[in-house]
């Protein structure tokens, strides 16, 4: 198995190197903006999946590739805190890089409020866990969690993190459009939000495609939700640094390891990979031509999607 994708460019965390700990698509639960697909395995079940010598072995020989990465994040195609002992994981991405790179572990916040979970997570630098609902009703509609994790469970987790973690916390909420986008749910949203005081709050919206229909907050809602939680609040906005060089034996391996975490536009793979848009096109021609790799139009956006799920 692949431990790693990347460096993607992450509209969050800048030039990212992601790890991929839990088999496709094992997580508490099954959100209906998910990008990866339905919810293979839904469970609370904690495990440990990744073989420790192979896992430092391919981050060794990825940065020995790639001068540049702003966070190693663990996210991948599932719930990452499924993990068992991800202190052990942070430790040997430290130690394996020489502390050079920060390392930030991106939650649905299920399993925060397990106090051995938030033990483990003391070891990242950022914590980047979720809050897609303000209320109860809400909440079983956009995450569709595993039957013994409630509303209440994870704000108690999650205020139980802030008073333990030492790093910083962002706290991100995906809007939306028609749930959890009212102006009442904004001033709810603000109440969780001064209870679990994070650094900062990050508005996002479903901007991959899911295997749902889903619809944007307008634009004007989101400002005015921003507005009404307040000043630590920010709207994430599409973001790309500047592409990096980066050499790889196989392009098409690097697309088809890219598209199984995440489908991607052109641009998208463009600006990861470091390479040249006419160049990647005639890679993607020749892994559609296979049946490898096809193609979903999600807000007038062409992305390229694994085929071989
Ligand atoms: S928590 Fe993440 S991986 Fe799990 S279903 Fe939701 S979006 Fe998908």
Redesign the pocket.
């Known amino acids: 198995m692949n431990y790693f994708y990347g460096p993607v460019p992450s509209r969050r965390l800048g030039f990212s190197l992601g790890v991929n700990l839990t088999p496709q698509?094992y997580?508490?639960?099954?959100?209906i903006?998910?990008?990866?697909?339905k919810?293979s395995k839904k469970t609370v079940e904690r495990f440990f999946p990744v073989n420790m010598e192979n896992f430092e072995r391919q981050l060794k020989e990825i940065i020995r590739k790639n001068q540049k990465i702003d966070y190693i994040s663990i996210?991948?195609?599932?719930?990452p805190t499924l993990h068992k002992s991800l202190d052990l994981i942070i430790d040997t991405i430290k130690h394996t890089t020489q502390n050079k790179y920060p390392v930030a572990v991106?939650?649905?916040s299920?399993l925060l409020y397990q106090k051995e979970v938030r033990k483990e997570l003391a070891r990242a630098d950022l914590i980047v866990p979720?809050l897609?609902a303000a209320t109860k009703k809400s909440f079983y509609k956009i995450?569709?969690p595993q039957k013994s994790i409630t509303f209440k469970k994870i704000i108690n987790g999650l205020i139980a993190l802030r008073k333990e973690f030492k790093g910083k916390i962002w706290l991100e909420i995906?809007l939306i459009g028609g749930i959890n986008d009212s102006i009442a749910d904004a001033y709810k949203f603000k109440a969780l939000v001064k209870k679990i005081n994070p650094d900062k709050v990050q508005l996002n919206l479903p901007v991959r495609p899911?295997g749902a229909k889903i619809s944007f907050p307008e634009y004007a809602r989101v400002k005015q939700i921003k507005k009404i939680i307040g000043p630590k609040t920010e709207i994430v906005s599409s973001f790309y640094k500047q592409a990096q060089k980066r050499f790889s034996a196989s392009i098409t391996q690097d697309i088809i390891r890219y598209l199984k975490v995440r489908p991607a536009t052109l641009i998208d793979l463009a600006k990861s990979m470091g390479q040249d848009k006419t160049y990647l096109e005639k890679q993607l021609k020749k892994l559609l031509a296979k049946s490898i790799v096809k193609i979903k139009t999600h807000n007038n956006k062409k992305y390229f999607i694994y085929a071989q799920r």
Request: hydrophobic share 15%.
């Open positions: 698509k997580c508490t639960f099954d959100c903006y998910c990008q990866i697909g919810t996210s991948g195609s599932g719930e991106i939650t649905n299920s979720s897609d995450d569709k995906m899911s």
